[in-house]
Every structure is written in C-alpha cells, then in structure tokens.
Nanobody, 125 residues
C-alpha cells in the first residue's frame, strides 16, 4: 500500500512558476510508474504528465509541453512537477498518482491504483 502526499501548490501570477512535490511512503517507490493529474472546478480530471519507474520515459499532455517537467528521485521516494510559464487555465487541484507495481504509467486516471489528496494551484491573470 502506497501513501502519497502532495505539496507545493499555491497562488501565483500568470507567467510564474511552482514546483509540486509528491512524497511516497509505505512501499517500494521505484516499482511504480507515476502520474500527475489535475481537476478544475466543473471539469473532469485530466492527465498532465507521467514518468516511468526509472524516469527514462516521460509523457505530457499537449497543453503543458514545453512548460512543465516531471521528474522523480527514487532514493527520496518523491516525484516532482516543475511548472513554468503558468497560465490562468492551469488553475486546478493537482493530484499525483501511482500505478500498481511494475505497470507502465497511463494517461487514463482510472488506471492508477493510489492517489494523493491533491494540492491547489491558482494562477491569477
């Protein structure tokens, strides 16, 4: 059983940056592909980024390519989402999620086995 805790959200002006962290506990972190999702008010949860177990494969939704970077530190059991050039439309609750052990990360939120509680990101114009 993996527990995930996100941090690093907050209020930032458009064009600014934030770095989200997701700390894992309760299991072997390196066996889990990891994903970041977000959910804005009144909208469905959407895929943002994913990273493979080793960190060698990354994927992003088109709207964040070139602005967001996902990374992980398996020794620290932490996955990160560096968000630059933030836009008001990036405003959402951001969640990290873990796949079941040894499964490749997916873009569909229903494929993930473990979730954090979410952290709010608000980008003002």
């Amino acid at each position: 059983q993996v527990q995930l805790v996100e941090s690093g959200g907050g209020l930032v002006q458009a064009g600014g940056s934030l770095r989200l962290s997701c700390a894992a506990s309760g299991g072997a972190f390196s066996v889990h592909g990891m994903g970041w999702f977000r959910q804005a008010p009144g909208k469905e949860r959407e895929f943002v980024a994913a990273i493979s177990r080793s960190g060698g494969r990354l994927s992003y939704t088109d709207s964040v390519k070139g602005r967001f970077t996902v990374s992980r530190d398996n020794a620290k059991k932490t996955v990160y989402l560096q968000m630059n050039s933030l836009k008001p439309e990036d405003t959402a609750v951001y969640y990290c999620a873990a796949m079941r052990p040894f499964a490749e990360p997916q873009v569909v939120w229903g494929e993930y086995a473990y979730w954090g509680q979410g952290t709010q990101v608000t980008v003002s114009s």
